[in-house]
């Protein structure tokens, strides 16, 4: 009898959210067993993940307690865990600094000790950021760019990048970190400026809204579409040896190019009209340029983004729309 492939088994903390609802779809897709984990909230928020339930199994548990997350992956015994859950969004790490600090940078720490206890042998993905490197040292950014982070969450981030490569080297863990520039998608929080402006300019479109709010129009970022990188995740985690990768498109937009790609979308040329730059939207400390070199992941993995910027814009800005129609 051929011996049977035995399944693979996955377990992503941040599942409900936007890389968490794409990286289950792709593993699923690949024949993984997927465990997600969840918060325990009084609603539930699975609003990402409804199509996917009865295909993978929830955990209950928190980056916030160690013993939980240590009992979810002795139940698990995953081959893959993925810690995509942060306190993710740049302006509330201000006004919460120590518990971005708490989920952000402690709870890395927390899901490799939970790793190291009940499944040494486990492959590890931290989500770091291009937020690392805010006060950016060289142009394009690549895996030897000295980090200088802006903001409460990018300090967070180089913790939890830098807790990775110690357990790495200090308890053989297999532990990579992918230093993914900004990826939108139309699963994207509201709160975030690409989608802040997508639903911004679906609601001009169709009447409900009459401006749009907006802060500094001139920072750029390399934006990519998130479905391409939860494949890079997935890459990395497949190589015979643990390394850390830039992943990022190469190319940097502002947000004003952003605005006007997406009033394009709807025929609005006179875009202008409608946007508004509110200083209580400017952060303490900006992040004027990132851009990804990801040389080395195209090389070693084989990624490239597939997406472009205005495919991208174009799918969020139609989602929107629908969306808006709707409610």
Do not use: C
Not at 62 to 86: G, I, K, M, R, W
Not at 130 to 155: A, D, H, L
């Amino acid at each position: 009898m051929p011996k049977t492939k035995k399944q693979k088994v996955a377990l992503i903390t941040g599942i409900t959210g936007q890389d968490g609802s794409y990286l289950a779809e792709f593993l699923l897709g690949k024949g993984y067993k997927v465990y997600g984990i969840t918060r325990r909230t009084s609603t539930m928020n699975f609003g990402r993940i409804q199509h996917l339930i009865g295909k993978l199994e929830l955990i209950q548990a928190d980056l916030l307690d160690q013993h939980s997350l240590t009992n979810a992956v002795f139940e698990a015994q995953p081959d893959e865990v993925y810690n995509l859950a942060a306190q993710s969004f740049v302006p509330t790490s201000w006004s919460q600094p120590v518990l971005t600090g708490e989920f952000t940078a402690l709870g890395v720490t927390r899901v490799l000790e939970a790793i190291r206890l009940a499944k040494p042998n486990t492959k590890f993905y931290q989500a770091s950021s291009s937020e690392m490197f805010g006060n950016v040292k060289e142009t394009p950014q690549n895996e030897n760019t000295p980090f200088y982070p802006r903001s409460p969450y990018g300090i967070a981030k180089v913790y939890g990048h830098w807790i990775a490569v110690n357990y790495r080297e200090s308890y053989d863990i297999f532990a990579v970190s992918g230093i993914l520039f900004n990826h939108e998608s139309p699963r994207r929080g509201l709160e975030f400026v690409t989608r802040k402006i997508s639903n911004g300019v679906a609601k001009i479109y169709l009447g409900k809204q009459k401006d749009l709010h907006l802060g500094n129009l001139y920072a750029h970022r390399d934006w990519g579409f998130a479905g391409d990188y939860v494949q890079a995740m997935w890459l990395m985690l497949q190589q015979k040896k643990p390394d850390d990768f830039v992943v990022g498109t190469g190319k940097s937009h502002s947000v004003r190019d952003l605005v006007k790609k997406a009033f394009k979308v709807v025929g609005i040329e006179n875009w202008e009209e409608y946007v508004v730059v509110d200083q209580k939207l400017l952060r303490p400390a900006e992040v004027d340029k990132l851009v990804a070199d990801s040389t080395k992941a195209r090389k070693l993995l084989g990624w490239r983004p597939k997406v472009s910027l205005e495919k991208l814009i174009e799918m969020m800005v139609k989602a929107d729309i629908e969306y808006e129609s709707r409610n």
